[in-house]
Structures are given as C-alpha cells and as structure tokens.
C-alpha cells in the first residue's frame, strides 16, 4: 500500500461510523453553494441510497494509482455529461468533500490528510473533465423498447433501438434511465449482444429488493417506451489478439456482458476453445441456459457447465462457479472473464488466485450496487 492509500484509509476510519450524517452535511454543502445543482439528483433522495458520495470515497481509495485507472476514469467523466456536469461542478464538490471530513474528523484531521484528499480528488477530477471534453457524442442517446420479455419472476430480457448510432464493444455496459418512471435515476447495464447492424441492443436486468431502477425495467417497462442511455463503459473487451483459450466465469444476469464476448467469438473464433461455467441459485434462474445450448451444439469449441448453488435435486454441477472451474481445471494458460454480482466477483478472484492464475489474464466489471 503505497503512503497516499494509507493516508487515505487511515483518515477514512476517522469519520466512517458517522457516514450518514458526513452525507447528509455534504449534500447540504453542495446544495446551499449551488443550489441548481439539487435539480441534477433523484426527485426523492435520501442520503443511504445516494450515490455520488459513496462513490467518490470509493474512487479516492481504489484509485492508488491513478494512470492505472486511465481509462475508467475518463469513461466516468463522459459518462457525467448525462447528469450535465459542468467543470465549476467538480470545485464545488471537491469543496464540499474536503469541508465534510474536517468537520466530522474535527481535531484528529491533520495538514498530511487534508493534503492526501486533496491531491487525489483533484487528480481523479482532471482525468474526468479530460474524458467528459474530449467526448463528441451526445451526452445520452434516447432509445425505444423494442420488445420486453419476462424470463422469471425477477428477470427480463429487454431489446432497444438507440435513435441514433451508439457505438460500444462488445463486454461494456451503459447507463440507463427510464424518465417515465424514475427520473434522474441511472443505473449500469451490461449490454447482451455484440453490435448489430441495425443497431438494436439487449439488455438482462433482474429486479432487487425494493430497487429503484430495476424492478421497474422489469415489472413496469413495455415495448414502445423511450429510455434514454449513456457512454459506454468497461474493460472487458476480448483481446483478439490472444491466441489462449477462455474461460467465461457468469453468475445470474452476470452472463450479459459473457453472452455479447460469446457472440463477437462466433463471428471469428476458429481455433480457441472457450468454457462457459454458468451459475445461479437454482434452475429457474439459468435463465438463458437453452440458447447457450443451441449455441454450443452449432459452435464445437464452445462448451456449458451450468451450476446451482442452492437446488436439492439438481444432478448437476453444485456450488460456486469457481467451485465448478476448479474442479475441470488447471486452468493456468488461459484468459478468463468473471461477470456477476460483488460477491460472486470477489469469491471467483479468490478462488482464481488460488488455481495459480495470473492477475494479468483475469477481466472484471464487478457489478457494484452504491
Ligand atoms: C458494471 C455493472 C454492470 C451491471 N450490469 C447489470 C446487468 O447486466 N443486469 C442487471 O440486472 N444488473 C446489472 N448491474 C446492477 C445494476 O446497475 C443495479 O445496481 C441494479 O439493477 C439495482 O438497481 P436499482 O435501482 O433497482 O436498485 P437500488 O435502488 O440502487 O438499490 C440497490 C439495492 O440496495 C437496496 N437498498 C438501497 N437503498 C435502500 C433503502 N433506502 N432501503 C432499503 N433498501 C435499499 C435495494 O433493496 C437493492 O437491493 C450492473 C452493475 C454494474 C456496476
Ligand atoms: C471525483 C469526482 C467524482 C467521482 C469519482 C464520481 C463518481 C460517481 C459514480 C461512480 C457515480 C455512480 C454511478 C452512476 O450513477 O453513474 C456517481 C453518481 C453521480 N454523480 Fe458523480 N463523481 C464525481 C463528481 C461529480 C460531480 C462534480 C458531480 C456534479 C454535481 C457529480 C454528479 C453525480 C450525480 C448527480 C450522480 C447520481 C447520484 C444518484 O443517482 O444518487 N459527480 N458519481
């Protein structure tokens, strides 16, 4: 851990437990110096579910080395043209952040934090308002439901046509609003196909909890309504010059961004094997688990392991999907991509790092949900 990322964490602790009320004062910060910047937020805020403040503290302390995550963060700052961020934006902020700490942190805040803060926020900005002005697309693109089919109780598959040409690889994930329903709130959704011709895009969304976004993707959504998406984003691009074969690691709609690599393969693939481990509570939710097996009969190098976690009765492959892999291992050659919820993310990198797999070789978007 480099001085800055302990200097990060260490002043992190000093204000965590009194986080709710740190949010509520930044808010209150930001508002009162601009207030027009109120209008930018869901109608209905309350500070456990908003998300910028989470997010930055969460960009400041993974962000150790900002070059790193290049491109991630000029992804963010064109992502941001959706919420019309301006640049004076950043410094009322960035002012507000800094203001927050001291206060809650009062005497135990020192000149070393306070610089620390400082000096990653603005880097972290400046690479933002680097990506947001070199953008010449449009901040969103209105797109219409061109159909909507529910696959479970919680999940459906939705197809979208951009009214104008969006372009995206095939892995990332764009964000996404319904302004009938909830206006002002965008969430991430990986895109389930590679580019088509006629530009239309599919998306996987299962319904959580009291959420906001998806359970009205799922439940209220029909064809016909206008949604509008933002800025592609991701890394978890095939490298088509790789010559070693795959391994796809997907939990539950995880296998989104996994479906779209797959569908770029069958456009080229001729000579690397790929191994698909796909996994879910129970049956139910392999939801797409006949296409995938049409898909392996028509393409020999492609081949589905399905696994429940939780299904007495299942004859299958039981457990995780690392667990799964693990056992049809070793696996040391290969490149992989894991696709699922944070902790599907987390176990399989455990378990990945366990198998001897390089670092290097393993692609992720975790599907974070502050
Ligand atoms: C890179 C990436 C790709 C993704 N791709 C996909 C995808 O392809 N398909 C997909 O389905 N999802 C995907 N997600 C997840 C998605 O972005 C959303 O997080 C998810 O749909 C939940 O959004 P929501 O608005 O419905 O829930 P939110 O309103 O954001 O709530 C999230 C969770 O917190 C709980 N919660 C939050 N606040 C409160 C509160 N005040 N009281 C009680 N409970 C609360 C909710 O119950 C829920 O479980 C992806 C995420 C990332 C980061
Ligand atoms: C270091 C600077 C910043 C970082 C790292 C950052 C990061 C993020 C991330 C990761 C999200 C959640 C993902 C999303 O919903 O797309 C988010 C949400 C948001 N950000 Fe930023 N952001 C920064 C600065 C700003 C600034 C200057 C503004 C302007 C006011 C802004 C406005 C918003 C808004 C309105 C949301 C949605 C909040 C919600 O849905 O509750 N952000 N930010």
Partial sequence: MSDLQRLLKESWTLVEEQQDRLAGYFYARIFLRNPAVRDMFPMTMDVQRSRL??????????????????????????DHRKFQVVPEHYEV????????????????????????????????????LAGAESDCNPAWWHA???????????IA???????????????????????????????????????????????????????????????????????????????????????????FLAGGTGLSPIKALLDELTSFNRTRWVHLFFGARDRQDLYDLPYLQ???????????????????????????????????GP??????????????????LRALAQMQVPHGRIRYDAFNDH
């Fill in 157 to 247: 598959v939705l197809t979208v046509r951009p009214i104008q040409q969006l372009e995206y690889r095939a892995g990332q994930y764009i964000s996404m609003e319904s302004p009938a329903h909830h206006p002002r709130v965008w969430r991430t959704y990986s895109v389930a196909n590679a580019p088509r011709a006629n530009g239309t895009m599919d998306f996987h969304v299962r319904a959580v909890g009291v959420g906001w976004l998806s359970g009205a993707l799922v439940r209220r959504v029909t064809k016909g309504d206008m949604l509008r998406l933002a800025a592609p984003m991701g890394s978890m691009v095939l490298d088509r010059r790789s010559t070693r074969d795959i391994v």
């Fill in 331 to 348: 696996w040391r050659d290969h490149d992989f991509f894991v696709s699922g919820s944070p902790a599907m993310v987390k176990t399989s």
């Fill in 53 to 78: 403040l989470g997010a930055i503290v969460t960009a400041i302390q993974a962000v150790d080395d900002p070059e790193r995550f290049d491109e991630y963060l000029r992804g963010l700052g064109r």
């Fill in 294 to 328: 049409t898909l392996a009969e028509a393409y020999p190098w492609l081949s589905i392991v399905p696994v429940c976690s939780h299904d007495r009765g299942w004859g299958g492959e039981e457990g995780t999907v690392a667990e799964a892999a693990a056992r049809y």
């Fill in 93 to 128: 902020v960035g002012k507000a952040l800094l203001d927050s700490l001291r206060t809650f942190a009062r005497d135990q805040w020192t000149y070393e934090y306070d610089q620390a803060w400082r000096d990653a926020y603005d880097v972290i900005a400046r690479k933002m």
């Fill in 144 to 154: 219409e439901v061109m159909s909507h089919e529910r696959r479970s109780r919680d």
